[in-house]
């Protein structure tokens, strides 16, 4: 008995042009993932930035470009931050925990009137610009205090100004703003008693980030005064941020070290600039060039319990990051096979177990593809 001879599939195919349209969602559903979950957003969370990301996927599907997290990673930051600022508070980005307090017009209309309209009511739009501008003014004067805004400072400032959801004039506004001395600085009107605590723990974090210096604390300490907080609460502020600041660190090591092992035999040039944008994500400016170094340099990268002391939420916060990463490039069924292999052993190193990460994220995945997939795939 003879069989037919195996052929590859014409790439003008239907379902080899569906494939090929998926791979290049893949890779943004899962970059995003990476981000997200740098982050913190747990991956059961995820579900949640799917939604608020399907016009950017389906741009993709239509043939049109999209930011990505590796070849274009500041406007992919911009995006990102403004999908999580109304689902998820960014424990990186200075003055973000004001998104928690729902100052971000990504929310959209709240109460009784979002059953007949999704856009913020002017009430609404006017708290979030006058907060927004006194905390971006607070993040530039911070920044600046020590010379002029870095690159990665002038990203921070226009990320947290993006998160606010402000029309492009008034954030362009904000944006060219010179900074303003603290004298000036004053909350008004309807104040929630958590604004002035959250602008000063994103003060303390804009200045911990890059090393506090002394202009930087007696800039900060001048602010907290003027918005009415005790000298002791700014004390331990400034305590827990540079414990935050410190376990970002550890975490960022670990992550790099995760991303690269699990991808270990990839395409070295998109490993290596995956990896370098998931440092410039995780780790804090005084610390990222002893982390990117090795990466730099090509050192290779081996399992040797390093990371003991993470936290839990630390240690699935990289093994999850590491998963969502290591499904970027569309894997066969035999690599993803090895590299959940290189993934179960990063577990044992890191003392957990990654099973329900690896599914969730998969889920995660497989659920936003779908309805792109019906789309493209002709009966």
């Known amino acids: 008995m003879s069989f037919p001879s195996s052929s590859t599939t014409p790439a003008s195919a239907p379902d080899a042009v569906a494939a090929t349209t998926l791979a290049r969602v893949l890779e943004a559903v899962t970059e995003d993932a990476v981000f997200a979950i740098g ?25 049109r470009p999209a930011a990505s997290f590796w070849r274009d990673y500041d406007a992919h930051y911009l995006a990102l931050v403004r999908s999580l600022a109304p689902i998820h508070t960014m424990s990186h980005l200075p003055m973000a925990d004001l998104f928690a307090t729902k100052l971000t017009l990504e929310v959209g209309a709240r109460g009784l009137r979002s059953l007949f309209s999704s856009k913020p009511s002017d009430k609404d739009v006017q708290r979030v610009k006058r907060v927004g501008t006194l905390a971006a003014r607070v993040l530039r004067t911070v920044f600046s205090a020590d010379g002029a805004l870095r690159p990665d400072e ?4 226009a990320a947290f100004v993006h998160g606010l959801g402000l029309g492009a004039e008034d954030e362009q506004a904000l944006l060219a703003e010179q900074p303003v001395d603290a004298n000036e600085y004053e909350l008004y009107g309807d104040i929630d008693p958590q604004h002035p605590r959250a602008i000063v723990r994103g003060a303390w974090l804009a200045a911990t980030v890059d090393g506090v210096d002394e202009r930087e604390d007696a800039l900060v300490r001048r602010i907290a005064a003027k918005l009415g907080i005790a000298e002791p609460e700014v004390e331990t502020m400034r305590s827990e941020v540079t414990s935050q600041v410190e376990r970002r660190k550890y975490v960022g090591f670990a992550a790099l070290d995760a991303v690269r092992y699990v991808l270990s035999g990839a395409e070295p040039e998109r490993t290596k600039a995956l990896s370098l944008a998931v440092g410039a994500l995780l780790l804090p400016e005084l610390h990222r060039e002893e982390g990117l ?4 340099h090509e050192v290779p990268v081996a399992l040797g319990k390093r990371h003991k002391n993470l936290s839990d939420s630390g240690r699935s916060l990289v093994l999850a990051l590491a998963w969502a990463a290591a499904l970027g490039d569309d894997p066969s069924l035999a690599t993803r096979a090895v590299r959940r292999t290189r993934h179960e052993r990063l577990g044992q190193d890191l003392g957990l177990d990654g099973t329900k990460l690896r599914a969730e994220v998969d889920r995660y995945v497989a659920e936003t593809l779908a309805p792109f997939a019906h789309e493209l795939v002709t009966p």
Do not use: F, M, W
């Open 39 to 63: 982050q913190g957003l747990p991956t059961g969370e995820l579900e949640q930035l799917g939604k608020r990301r399907h016009d950017a996927y389906a741009n993709l599907v239509a043939g």
């Open 154 to 157: 002038s990203l921070q400032l």
């Open 293 to 296: 170094g090795p990466i730099r």
